[in-house]
T-cell receptor, first 114, second 113 residues
Framework: QQQVKQSPQSLIVQKGGISIINCAYE??????FPWYQQFPGKGPALLIAIRPDVSEKKEGRFTISFNKSAKQFSLHIMDSQPGDSATYFC?????????????FGKGTSLLVTP | DSGVTQTPKHLITATGQRVTLRCSPR?????VYWYQQSLDQGLQFLIQ???????AKGNILERFSAQQFPDLHSELNLSSLELGDSALYFC????????????FGEGSRLTVL
């Protein structure tokens, strides 16, 4: 079963707008929450990550907001640019018993229009 | 360039056949992970190896197997292939046993006809 649920499946945002992608999880043993960005024909690459003891992390135009009690986290892309058009995956790291593997959401295809 | 090399990039085969996908991790990385990417399931974790030993198993079918060799390269073997096995198979590597940043290769696209 999908341990990390991601929405929306696709998103269209105008240049300069804010892109918001949401993820939810159930396993409270998850201890690390990264976001990966994937361009067509390429493998995913780490964009930004957060640990559950922090509620927000910002790197440039990218911000992760984390709500531990709600078991939700989201990616905000400020001032979205056409170059941000890609597929975004949220993920959560499993516990020691599960070998610390990353569980990925199904991905969000973002299109930023000029 | 992530430093992770996967071969072949594309592979077309028939149902019932067996294929081997190869992965060379980044220099210095001891962990190798295999993921399957399909349109409806996203990125599904298959298996992790750390320094030659199996470390974690995900949704890997019994028809699939993998190993990591002493030089740290890894192979994913897919047998008795079915149409539903058509997907993009990614290899990723990381430095340690505990997953931090994963570095993904560009994938091997398998088409089963």
């Amino acid at each position: 079963q999908q341990q990390v649920k991601q929405s929306p499946q696709s998103l269209i945002v105008q240049k300069g707008g804010i892109s918001i992608i949401n993820c939810a999880y159930e396993n409270t043993a998850f201890d690390y929450f990264p976001w990966y960005q994937q361009f067509p024909g390429k493998g995913p690459a780490l964009l930004i990550a957060i640990r559950p003891d922090v509620s927000e992390k910002k790197e440039g135009r990218f911000t992760i907001s984390f709500n531990k009690s709600a078991k939700q986290f989201s990616l905000h892309i400020m001032d979205s640019q056409p170059g941000d058009s890609a597929t975004y995956f949220c993920a959560a790291r499993a516990s020691r018993d599960s070998g610390y593997a990353l569980n990925f959401g199904k991905g969000t295809s973002l299109l930023v229009t000029p | 360039d992530s430093g992770v090399t996967q071969t072949p990039k594309h592979l077309i085969t028939a149902t019932g056949q067996r294929v081997t996908l190869r992965c060379s991790p980044r220099s210095g990385d001891l962990s190798v992970y295999w993921y399957q990417q399909s349109l409806d399931q996203g990125l599904q974790f298959l298996i992790q190896y750390y320094n030659g030993e199996e470390r974690a198993k995900g949704n890997i079918l019994e028809r699939f197997s993998a190993q990591q060799f002493p030089d740290l390269h890894s192979e994913l073997n897919l047998s008795s292939l079915e149409l539903g096995d058509s997907a993009l198979y990614f290899c990723a590597s990381s430095v340690g046993q505990v997953t931090g940043e994963l570095f993904f290769g560009e994938g091997s696209r398998l088409t089963v006809l």
